[in-house]
Nanobody, 121 residues
């Protein structure tokens, strides 16, 4: 099970830190990702990280503003979001790819329930 937290309402230019805690099983050897979906839009991969944390990927729209990290001792993945924009408003989901240690763009098979991020202008 994956449980996200840290979402909320923030003004443009502000910051939030999302957390994704795994329980029931560990994903320390697996790729993890953060996705988001805004109303009326398709779900998109925001960022992904390899099992070790040494390899990461960012969507162009968040590059330089968001940072993904993980603490395998706590079975937790983080997404630090800075310089937030109204277009970052979405429901953010954490996901795990149980079949891959390196980050992937799809084939995530474990999902959290999501946490809402709203950025006001």
């Amino acid at each position: 099970q994956l449980v996200e937290s840290g979402g909320g309402l923030v003004q443009a230019g502000g910051s939030l830190r999302l957390s994704c805690a795994a329980s029931g099983r560990a994903f320390n050897n697996n790729a993890m990702g953060w996705f988001r979906q805004a109303p009326g839009k398709e779900r998109e991969l925001v960022s992904a990280i390899s099992w070790s944390g040494r390899s990461t990927h960012y969507a162009n729209s968040v590059k330089g503003r968001f940072t993904i990290s993980r603490d395998n001792t706590k079975n937790t993945v983080y997404l630090q979001m800075n310089s937030l924009k109204p277009e970052d408003t979405a429901n953010y989901y954490c996901a795990a790819n149980s079949r891959s240690p390196t980050y992937t763009f799809d084939h995530y098979d474990y999902w959290g329930q999501g946490t809402q991020v709203t950025v006001s202008s």
